[in-house]
Each structure stands twice: as C-alpha cells, then as structure tokens.
C-alpha cells in the first residue's frame, strides 16, 4: 500500500497540470482574443504617450 500514497500525489498534479494546460489552450483566440488584444494595445498606447509626454515635460 506504500506504493499507492506514494504515487498519488504525482498522479493528482499531472491531472491539475493537463487541466491548467487544457484551460489555457482553450481560452487562447476565439471571440475573447480581439477584446484581449484591443486591451493590450490600449495599455501599450497609454504607456507610450506617458512616455512621450514626460520627454516633452524634460526637454522644455
């Protein structure tokens, strides 16, 4: 019986692991990818014109 509590914490991993994998390809484009893109580069523009405008803050 030693052999089975020793292989089912490694079994149950494996199992949440494939699990997490699955999840993570699943949610990975679809209908989710364009609002998941339009945030990103919303978030990547706002940074870029902080940037932008603390340079022009400095050079003048």
Same mark, same amino acid.
């Given at each position: $019986? /030693?052999?089975?509590?020793? *292989?089912v914490?490694p079994?149950? $991993?494996?199992a949440?692991?494939?699990?997490?994998?699955?999840?993570i390809?699943?949610?990975? &484009? &679809?209908?989710?990818?364009?609002?998941? /893109?339009?945030?990103? /580069?919303?978030? *990547?523009?706002?940074?870029?014109?902080?940037?932008?405008?603390s340079?022009?803050?400095? /050079?003048a």
């Amino acid at each position: $019986m /030693d052999y089975v509590s020793a *292989l089912v914490p490694p079994v149950v $991993m494996a199992a949440f692991f494939i699990g997490l994998i699955r999840v993570i390809v699943k949610t990975q &484009g &679809g209908a989710n990818k364009a609002k998941e /893109d339009a945030a990103v /580069d919303a978030a *990547l523009a706002r940074a870029e014109n902080s940037r932008q405008a603390s340079t022009a803050k400095s /050079d003048a």
